[in-house]
């Protein structure tokens, strides 16, 4: 192990060439199979339960919830892809719940491993973060299935409502420190504008998830003017 | 016809599917917590990563878990159990399977109703909705990656466009917290019409809260240099928060 952790730089370049080619050809198979396996189940439990998928039903319940989704999976590719990294991406899409916990996941042990985006640390740090993350799902929900009986009056005992209405506010609170405190400046117009236009428009809020593109864009338009004011010699 | 969706054979198929999507995972951080090492990064760096991410996933997997509970009483454990454990999201899968519930025409996501074409309707319906973004990582994510990594090569010699790589990265985040944050208020000042101030107060105390416990452990571990508490700052700060709702 330790001649690997001295290796020289072309050493390191080839093993991340190479690191980099499996990841993708893993992620390209292991996709593969589970879209074959997550469309293929409903025709397995079909046979089992003696009725197939009623198409027509199928085609006119896409065109009608299918096609938001289709558009939203698009723009979560295009934004995330690039915030996870290859392996990180190819996991994060299998197991999903992205934006309440795999985005803030990975940022999250991103910021304590302290890598910048675009690096092979980030890669490796960022794939540990969503496979982690993934597992710790699969477990938990595989121990509450298991003990569904003893905790379901627990968990939806109206105590402890409120607390798991609020997951969400909860993690973006404790991000929202996090970021805001290195970046106020930054910070502060997106989130004026946003509540602004959450007053004026209360129907929005059930539409979070869109408001992030055009949230998301303005401050990355404002990070840029920011950032090529300070480095004026280098501005095309 | 519940029975029938809680059946042995249907917690065979589901929980196999979620076994695979495992395995998936394992060799993924196998994989790359050994290439971490193999480039010479800080084991207890990794070790972090891990611990940190472990945690903060906790929280947010109970409240996914309440998820199956929801759509247990009409679909039965099984289904909802493989929907939420891989690629779905629960916001998605409630609204996903009761739009379909209204298309075979059961009018209702209710056990009452469920016929066995109605249900392997909508599970499809649910599989179908949400697997485009798997499909463009299948195709796209290497080419994609590879277009991003190549622009930032053609205009690295000035080490700036490196530079803003990274701070695109934290405004984005920056822009999809503020988006939360901006619905919270909203919510308040005018979810029961327009500068009421009677909407749910809640989340904005509980996201305050939620910051200000953060704001402890971040003292804490920087200027007490307690690192280790990093790896739980979030997940405490998270579960503070959410028992301020019960006491509100």
Redo the contacts between chains.
């Keep these: 192990?330790s001649e690997?952790?001295?290796?020289n730089a072309n050493a390191?370049e080839e093993?991340?060439a190479k690191?980099d080619r499996?990841?993708?050809w893993?992620?390209?198979i292991?996709?593969?199979?589970?879209?074959v396996?997550?469309?293929g189940?409903?025709?397995?439990?079909?046979l089992?339960?003696?009725?197939?998928?009623?198409l027509s039903?199928?085609a006119?319940?896409?065109l009608?919830?299918?096609l938001v989704?289709?558009v939203s999976?698009?723009v979560?590719?295009?934004?995330y892809?690039?915030?996870l990294?290859?392996?990180g991406?190819?996991?994060a899409?299998?197991?999903?719940?992205?934006?309440?916990?795999k985005?803030?996941?990975?940022?999250?042990?991103r910021e304590?491993?302290?890598t910048?985006?675009?690096t092979?640390?980030n890669?490796?740090?960022s794939?540990?973060?969503?496979?982690?993350?993934?597992?710790?799902?699969?477990v938990?929900?595989?121990l509450?299935?298991l003990l569904?009986i003893p905790l379901?009056p627990i968990?939806?005992s109206e105590?402890?409502k409120?607390?798991?209405?609020?997951?969400?506010?909860?993690?973006?609170?404790?991000?929202?420190?996090?970021?805001?405190?290195k970046?106020l400046k930054?910070?502060l117009i997106?989130?004026v504008?946003?509540?602004?236009?959450?007053?004026?428009v209360?129907s929005?809020?059930s539409q979070?998830?869109l408001?992030?593109l055009p949230?998301?864009?303005?401050?990355?338009a404002?990070?840029?003017l920011a950032?090529s004011k300070k480095?004026p010699g280098?501005a095309a | 016809m519940l029975e029938v969706l809680n059946s042995a054979p249907m917690y065979l198929i589901c929980g196999l599917i979620i076994l695979f999507v495992a395995l998936v995972c394992v060799v993924f951080m196998v994989r790359a917590y050994k290439a971490g090492i193999a480039i010479g990064m800080d084991k207890k760096k990794l070790n972090y990563a891990v611990t940190s991410s472990i945690t903060f996933s906790i929280l947010p997997s109970i409240g996914i878990l309440l998820g199956v509970i929801a759509l247990s009483g009409s679909l039965g454990t099984p289904w909802p159990w493989l929907r939420l454990s891989v690629i779905g999201a629960l916001h998605y899968e409630t609204q996903v399977a009761e739009a379909a519930a209204e298309q075979v025409g059961i009018g209702q996501l209710s056990a009452s109703v469920m016929t066995p074409q109605a249900f392997t309707t909508i599970a499809l319906l649910m599989s179908l909705c949400i697997i485009w973004g798997m499909v463009l990582s299948l195709f796209f994510n290497k080419s994609y990656l590879k277009k991003l990594q190549g622009k930032k090569k053609d205009s690295g010699e000035t080490a700036k466009k490196e530079g803003f790589g990274d701070a695109a990265m934290t405004a984005m985040f920056i822009g999809l917290v503020s988006a939360y944050m901006g619905s919270y208020i909203g919510g308040f000042v005018s979810g029961k019409g327009m500068f009421t101030f009677q909407g749910d107060y809640v989340p904005i105390i509980v996201a305050v809260v939620s910051a200000l416990v953060m704001a402890v452990f971040t003292y804490f571990a920087e200027k007490k240099h307690m690192v280790w508490l990093e790896s739980f700052s979030i997940a405490g700060s998270m579960l503070i928060g959410m028992l301020a709702a019960i006491v509100l």
């Design positions: 192990m690997n952790t001295n290796m390191r093993y991340l690191y499996g990841t993708h893993i992620g390209r292991s996709t593969a199979v589970c879209i396996l997550f469309l189940a409903p025709f397995v439990i079909g089992y339960i003696g009725a197939m998928p009623n039903a199928i006119k319940g896409y009608s919830v299918g989704w289709t999976s698009v979560e590719f295009l934004v892809t690039p915030m990294g290859a392996g991406g190819y996991l899409f299998i197991t999903g719940n992205l934006i309440n916990m985005i803030p996941c990975a940022m999250n042990a304590i491993a302290g910048k985006s675009g092979s640390e890669e490796i740090i794939t540990l973060s969503i496979a982690a993350s993934s597992l710790i799902t699969i938990v929900l595989a509450g299935v569904l379901q968990l939806q105590t402890l409120p607390a798991f209405a609020n997951v969400v506010p909860a993690l973006f609170g404790a991000m929202a420190y996090q970021y805001y405190r970046n930054l910070a997106p989130l504008l946003m509540t602004l236009l959450y007053i004026f209360p929005l809020t979070t998830s408001m992030i949230s998301g864009a303005i401050t990355i404002l990070a840029y950032w480095k280098d």
